[in-house]
Nanobody, 112 residues
Framework: QVQLVESGGGLVQPGGSLRLSCVAS????????MHWYRRAPGKQREMVAT????????NYADFVKGRFTISRDNAKNTAYLQMNSLKPEDTAVYYC?????WGQGTQVTVGS
């Protein structure tokens, strides 16, 4: 059974940085693209970033381009989301997803 476990969320001031991690187990991690999504309070879930199986290609939502970086380490079955220049509107629960499986999410709160 595939499990995805996110970590690294927390409270950060505007302009700050956080690095989210997503550790996968029980599946063929290196065979599938990895995705990060988020759901802000009162809003629908939205895609944040996607990375290809070999980590060479990545796509980002316009609202995070130039600020967030997705990466992966297939040897560690782990994906990352480096988030810089955080804004209050980045406040959300962030989820990783792979092959229709989802993690439980990690809360990111940007505020003073």
């Amino acid at each position: 059974q595939v499990q995805l476990v996110e970590s690294g969320g927390g409270l950060v001031q505007p302009g700050g940085s956080l690095r989210l991690s997503c550790v996968a187990s029980g599946g063929e991690f290196s065979h599938y693209n990895m995705h990060w999504y988020r759901r802000a309070p009162g809003k629908q879930r939205e895609m944040v970033a996607t990375i290809s199986v070999n980590g060479i290609s990545a796509n980002y939502a316009d609202f995070v381009k130039g600020r967030f970086t997705i990466s992966r380490d297939n040897a560690k079955n782990t994906a990352y989301l480096q988030m810089n220049s955080l804004k209050p509107e980045d406040t959300a629960v962030y989820y990783c997803s792979q092959n229709h499986y989802w993690g439980q999410g990690t809360q990111v709160t940007v505020g003073s």
